[in-house]
């Protein structure tokens, strides 16, 4: 199993690593490969609009070079402080962002990325979320839990999150405890029963939590996890273009943008 860390700015790169490393431990015969994404300019083959886009991060980032010596630097002061750290792969691919993360995603079982503070890493997370194939673990800006011990499972009967709970196995099955998170109004809710059937098929034994309340799910999702001390939040993201999700609004965009828990995607 391949577990692709993407590391396309540095001030996110430590969270993402240990991140991964996290999801690594939790599973057998896994690897990690870290992948820095390089856009620069000057080795861009690309649009005229796009070299002059990363011609401005330039200017208020600095250049392509001093980022990824910048991250280099904290994976391998990483490398020497983790147990482990020794056995990532380092990856540095020039390109534009996301055909360099969309080539790289191609044999990995997870995607793991850190919410983005720079345009780079905005575009990183764009094509992980909307066009990769892999599942995303998508990560906070902090350090990772102790373990993945207690997962939670946004559940409705669509294929996204029946995708994402396939995706989630390897986790789900060494968690020492599951919960399946259904959002709606008493009397209409989802039925939990086929995710409960799926997890237990897999040797998976899960609790049921309805939500109450009617309003947002993202934010229900996320005060439930809260409160039940989720370690991760497993979800199925939506399959509608993303240009309408932006615009008016939705369950993943509302956890993308305030999840403080690593959180499974798969669309």
Do not use: K
Not at 65 to 81: I, K, L, N, P
């Amino acid at each position: 199993m391949l577990i692709l860390a993407v590391v396309p700015e540095p001030g996110t790169a430590r969270a993402c690593l240990e991140h991964a490393a996290l999801a690594r431990a939790a599973v057998d015969d896994a690897r990690l490969v870290v992948l820095h994404p390089n856009a620069d300019p000057e080795r861009l083959i690309a649009a005229a609009e796009e070299v002059a886009i990363q011609e401005l991060r330039e200017a208020r980032e600095g250049s392509a070079v001093s980022r990824a010596a910048a991250v280099r630097t904290v994976f391998d002061e990483w490398v020497a402080a983790s147990p482990g750290g020794g056995e990532a792969e380092w990856r540095e691919r020039p390109g534009a962002i996301g055909e360099v993360v969309a080539a790289a995603a191609a044999g990995a079982a997870l995607v793991v990325l850190a919410r983005p503070r720079n345009l780079d890493g905005q575009d990183a997370l764009h094509e992980a979320v909307f066009h990769a194939g892999p599942p995303l673990l998508l990560v906070p800006d902090a350090p990772p839990p102790a373990a993945l011990a207690h997962l939670a499972l946004a559940w409705e009967p669509e294929d996204a999150a029946r995708r994402a709970l396939a995706a989630a196995l390897p986790w789900l099955r060494r968690a020492t405890e599951v919960t399946v998170l259904v959002a709606g109004e008493e009397g209409d809710r989802p039925d939990a029963s086929e995710a409960a059937e799926r997890l237990g098929e897999a040797g998976v034994g899960a609790n049921v939590l309805p939500l109450e309340g009617g309003g947002p799910v993202g934010a229900a999702l996320l005060g439930a996890c809260g409160r039940i001390g989720a370690d991760a939040l497993v979800m199925g993201s939506y399959d509608r273009p993303a240009v309408l999700e932006w615009l008016f609004g939705g369950a993943t965009r509302d956890v993308l943008r305030h999840a403080t828990l690593p959180v499974f995607l798969h669309r």
